[in-house]
């Protein structure tokens, strides 16, 4: 989905318990009141910066509340995990902002849980997907694959004998990025409506799921 002008933001955040808003990194966002979430000294946002800002939403609250997040591609594993509760059920009037210019570097169990918004004044999405050769080949079969050729190309891709698990993700997160370029450039839902199936089969497969079964049932 696109948003016009960053002024926008608060508004269609309050429709949405979790939004993730891409918006180039040197554009000034503010939200009034907003509990603010930035990289501490080690250019990371901690555990303990996330509990800090969850202990406060523990009361019910009688107004808006958002929680903004910026860079949100710098939430480390701990800090995101913890956080995934609650954008999935973030309680009446709280209301999560993750600010990125570059989503694909998003955790998908992130991505899988929020609205996604695109700037529609933004070109950053128009470099093209960086990747090994041979995975983004796969990547872009994957993309493209009708149901009837999901086994083949799952097959072909776990006949990898070493590091197969990591080999996986790495063609699902060039698939991914290449789904949000996609859609970015042509504003067409169909790439946009893939993107769900490709974030569920990542997160799946990173929680040891079965690579096959997962590729196909998944994606289908």
Do not use: W
């Amino acid at each position: 989905m696109f948003f016009s002008s960053v002024d926008k933001i608060p508004s269609i955040a309050s429709k949405v318990g979790c939004a993730v808003f891409v918006v180039p990194s040197n554009i000034e966002i503010l939200i009034k009141n907003a509990l603010i979430l930035k990289p501490d000294t080690k250019s990371v946002i901690t555990i303990e910066q996330v509990r800090d800002v969850l202990a406060r939403l523990s009361v019910r609250q009688t107004s808006d509340v958002f929680i903004l997040i910026r860079p949100a591609e710098t939430l480390g594993l701990e800090a995101a995990n913890a956080m995934l509760k609650n954008l999935e059920e973030p309680g009446d009037k709280v209301h999560f902002v993750l600010i990125t210019d570059a989503p694909s570097q998003l955790l998908p169990t992130i991505l899988s849980r929020s609205a996604v918004y695109f700037l529609r004044e933004t070109r950053s999405l128009d470099s093209a997907v960086e990747a090994d050769k041979k995975v983004l080949d796969i990547a872009r079969r994957l993309v493209v694959a009708k149901p009837v050729d999901l086994p083949a190309l799952a097959e072909e891709i776990s006949k990898k004998k070493e590091g197969v698990r990591a080999y996986v993700l790495s063609i699902l997160d060039a698939a991914i990025e290449i789904l949000y370029k996609s859609y970015f450039k042509t504003e067409k839902d169909a790439f946009l409506n893939k993107i769900p199936k490709f974030l569920a089969c990542y997160e799946a497969i990173s929680n040891n799921g079965h690579v096959k079964l997962h590729l196909v049932a998944d994606l289908m």
